[in-house]
């Protein structure tokens, strides 16, 4: 076999794949998904099942669609939907950004947002924020004067570091740069009961991603969904796949898209647990936990390398990410809220893990 191998594009030749920690453990709480069984059979009967007819292209997602615009109060026209939002935020990158163009990132935030950036050609700018994570909107504007990017993205609440990023903030910045994007992240709007979905009717560089993973417990189902002014949306269209939406996702996300009763009861449990986790980590003294209005902690050790502590946890089985390698983010584990019962395996886990640093 010849081991002469075809070209990739230079920027992109040894772009590691994007990588979570998988290893086995009864408790995972490193990917900030919904821990509790969401069966796929929950939503569909067998009638629509036999109705599913898998010899032909899916259809408009047009029930999926009526849902989310009442869900969100918009048009459906204004609304783009993907197989996750990382989809969906491909598209946006492939459409407003690209070879020498720039995405402004204010970093720690959500790793693909980078990833996605480099692969459809363009550059990234960090603006190196930190821990605590605190955006003002003049920081926020002297970055964005500074750099003048295509694309501007805001995550809130943010993904690591569990914090909003205020709606003046994400406004007055769209109000600066009207002719560049401005993307707001809101894969945990949800549990944070914010959203400037509303606000996208005055600001037409303004669009909003949204995802199935988190408070609707569906990760497995692969669904995400970009909400902008009709005509911006008509751009995403251009880029769009055929049929990127499989018929058994959009049936079964039209289900899961109007039952808003299952989302507010997870906001509040996510709550009550969120505030349990976070008091247990908080009589650790090596450690200073960050606030969250998500479900997940970000947490900062003031003595002992990640490594060391990820791997005491896996041996009480249970799995945390360990962020340390992310911008700003020295010495910073995350973990996500799970179960009672899981946070409870957590909450015990601490003491063997950090020992006569647990306060009793
Ligand atoms: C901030 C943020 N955006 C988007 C995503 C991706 O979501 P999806 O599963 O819809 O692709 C994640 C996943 O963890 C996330 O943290």
């Known amino acids: 076999m010849s081991d002469v191998l075809p070209q990739a594009r230079p920027d992109l030749t040894g772009f590691a794949p994007y990588r979570t920690q998988q290893m086995a453990a009864d408790v995972r709480l490193q990917a900030n998904e919904w821990a509790d069984p969401n069966p796929a059979a929950r939503y569909l009967s067998d009638d629509e099942l036999e109705a599913l007819l898998l010899n032909r292209y899916p259809t408009a997602a047009r029930d999926l669609l009526d849902a989310l615009a009442r869900r969100y109060g918009v048009g459906p026209d204004q609304i783009v939907v993907g197989n996750g939002s990382n989809e969906v935020l491909l598209y946006t990158f492939l459409l407003f950004g690209g070879h020498g163009r720039k995405t402004l990132l204010f970093q720690p935030t959500y790793s693909m947002h980078a990833r996605l950036t480099q692969t459809a050609g363009g550059s990234v700018i960090d603006e190196l924020v930190g821990l605590p994570y605190s955006l003002p909107a003049e920081r926020a504007l002297a970055a964005v004067e500074r750099h003048r990017p295509e694309i501007v993205v805001i995550c809130s609440p943010n993904n690591p570091s569990g914090t909003l990023v205020g709606e003046d903030v994400i406004l007055s910045v769209a109000r600066a740069v009207p ?122 050790l003031r003595a002992g390398t990640t490594e060391e502590v990820h791997a005491r946890f896996l041996r009480e089985s249970v799995l945390l990410r360990d962020l340390s390698s992310w911008p700003g983010c020295a010495g910073c584990l995350r973990v996500s809220i799970g179960t009672p019962d899981e946070n409870d395996r957590f909450i015990a886990a601490l003491r063997s893990v950090f020992g006569a640093a647990v306060a009793a």
């Open 179 to 300: 002719r560049s994007l401005v993307l707001v992240d809101e894969a945990y709007a949800d549990f944070a009961g914010f959203t400037v979905v509303p606000r996208i009717a005055e600001h037409p560089n303004l669009v909003v991603t949204k995802t199935f993973s988190k408070a609707r417990a569906a990760a497995g189902l692969r669904l995400g969904i970009l909400l902008a002014h009709p005509k911006v949306a008509d751009m995403y269209r251009g880029v769009q796949l055929p049929y990127n939406l499989s018929s058994i996702t959009a049936a079964v996300g039209a289900k899961i898209a109007r039952d808003d009763a299952a989302i507010r009861g997870r906001v509040e449990r996510n709550r009550t647990e969120r505030e349990r986790v976070h008091a247990a980590l908080r009589r650790v003294s090596s450690i200073e936990a960050f606030p969250s209005e998500t479900n997940f902690i970000l947490f900062r």
